[in-house]
């Protein structure tokens, strides 16, 4: 148990890495490309997004539930999964080659055609760094993963801004493109890094195995999944554009409208969701002991027991920054804190979403995807209207109105479904005492307010927790779940 201990503790504190130089990145990055170039950047990251997402076709959470309930043998599963995704990987990067007339009609340039070609390797690349992401998280291996991400990361930094350092004299464009020659080759690190980790534990010594057409039973899991996320994609493109129509009816100018929706998705939900790498790192880790352990309550409800007791802490946490300290932490982060209103007002409805991801993978683990689709089609459905109609009589507070209910609506979907689908039951000996230190740490911030008082009631939660958390599952728990892979 302490081994797997350790993996979380080890994979959290790389996701804390990753995302503080992900914030230092931006903030840097901006200042040297200016809005202007960051407006640019913004035209061109949706559509790489959009083509990684119908790449990819989920193969690594695919592979990663196939391996972990041991369907087929590893070797078949990857290279089933490899076929799919090279194909799709040339396919996608084929139309991209022919989508240089595409841009000049949306965007009013041509210039965005240009990072998209450099990154065609990148497609490629991802996509196989996906599947083996896929096959190690099944087998527990979750540090290369991270580390992996780690090395990304640091690469993309370093390889940036010492171009940016070099080419400081060229113009703006040039600037953007090598960014993108930066990401590239970032991902080259982070794929050679586990492509060598992989050969190394797991010697394969040549991927040539028959696949006898399991092809056809990863694509009809790869589907369902591939089609959610474009559901959600898709919706994030829709989003403004009807909030700017249903706002313009209103009478508010074009201008006004962008400014506000720029202070809700670029300042409010970053905030809101900021921890959020910690439940979806909890939840990845704990899918494919969720896959091994579908026929063992016992084991699966000790399993979800101790994911839920660590979202919860994380979301707690989040939770009291964002209704007591958002003003603050705006304003270190951008120098701007008028979102901070916003925050604290969607920040107990964003508290909910913290076990979304938790749902995600149970209902994944169990090869429910068509119901993660039919969920993401409702709710974006009912939140793209009530945005139109919400927005239209009640202004930016509709808007707000929206984005609640939505929230709320995606939660209760996924909670029920999944509890239909399992019928956990939560140790309340074990859910009390923790809800009563968290519920202390939010009534001291609530009615003592200091930078102080944040850092010592932190403190002394994260002691509390941490001590309860080797009470209920320390030596005294026994898995069955570790299984070895060959």
């Known amino acids: 148990m302490k081994k797997k201990l350790t993996n979380i503790e080890v994979i959290l504190l790389i996701g804390v890495i990753i995302k503080i130089l992900g914030l230092i990145y931006k903030i840097l990055l901006t200042r040297i490309l200016t809005i202007e170039g960051m407006r640019i950047m913004s035209l061109i990251f949706p559509t790489l997004s959009l083509v990684l997402c119908i790449s990819s076709l989920s193969i690594s959470t695919v592979v990663n539930q196939n391996v972990a309930a041991r369907l087929n043998s590893s070797k078949t599963i990857l290279r089933s999964a490899f076929n799919i995704t090279f194909i799709s990987s040339s396919i996608t990067s084929i139309l991209l080659l022919f989508s240089f007339p595409i841009y000049k009609i949306i965007y009013q340039t041509s210039f965005v055609y240009y ?20 096959y190690l998280e099944a087998n527990n291996n979750f540090k290369i993963t991270y580390i992996s991400n780690f090395f990304e990361q640091i690469a993309k930094f370093i390889l940036t801004f010492i171009l940016l350092f070099i080419f400081s004299k060229q113009s703006l464009e040039f600037k953007i493109i090598l960014c993108f020659v930066a990401l590239m080759f970032s991902e080259v690190i982070s794929f050679s890094y586990i492509l060598l980790k992989v050969k190394r534990k797991r010697k394969f010594r040549s991927m040539i195995v028959p696949t006898n057409g399991y092809e056809k039973n990863i694509l009809k899991q790869a589907m369902p999944l591939t089609f959610e996320q474009l559901v959600m994609t898709i919706t994030g493109y829709l989003e403004p554009l009807f909030f700017y129509y249903s706002i313009g009816k209103t009478g508010v100018d074009l201008y006004s409208a962008t400014l506000y929706y720029t202070k809700v998705t670029s300042y409010a939900i970053p905030l809101l969701i900021f921890a959020h ?8 880790f704990t899918f494919p002991k969720i896959t091994k352990n579908q026929n063992n309550k016992t084991n699966l409800r000790t399993i979800l027991n101790k994911a839920f007791f660590l979202c919860i802490i994380i979301a707690t946490f989040n939770l009291v920054i ?73 202004s930016y507070s509709g808007f707000l109105y929206s984005i609640i209910i939505g929230n709320l609506l995606r939660f209760i979907l996924l909670f029920f479904q999944t509890q239909s689908l399992i019928h956990f039951k939560p140790n309340f000996k074990k859910a009390i005492p923790i809800a009563l230190v968290l519920f202390g740490y939010y009534l001291m911030n609530f009615y003592f307010r200091s930078l102080s008082l944040l850092i010592l009631s932190t403190l002394i939660c994260g002691l509390l927790t941490f001590l309860l958390y080797f009470y209920f599952f320390g030596n005294k728990a026994k898995y069955s779940y570790v299984v070895k892979h060959k």
Do not use: H
Not at 277 to 284: C, H, M, P, R, Y
Not at 329 to 350: E, H
Not at 354 to 379: C, D, G, H, M, W
Not at 381 to 394: A, C, P, Q
């Open 277 to 284: 790498f910690g439940v979806v790192s909890i939840a990845k």
């Open 115 to 134: 990072p998209l070609l450099i990154c065609i390797p990148l497609i490629y690349l991802s996509n196989t760094s996906g599947l083996l992401k896929g």
């Open 322 to 394: 964002s209704s007591f300290y958002a003003k603050e932490t705006l304003y270190f982060m951008y120098k701007d804190s008028s979102a901070y209103t916003i925050v604290q007002g969607l920040a107990i409805f964003y508290f909910l979403s913290y076990f979304n991801p938790l749902f995600v993978v149970t209902l994944q683990a169990f090869k429910k995807e068509k119901r993660l689709l039919i969920t993401s089609i409702i709710t974006s459905g009912i939140t793209l209207s009530l945005i139109v109609i919400l927005t239209y009589f009640y």
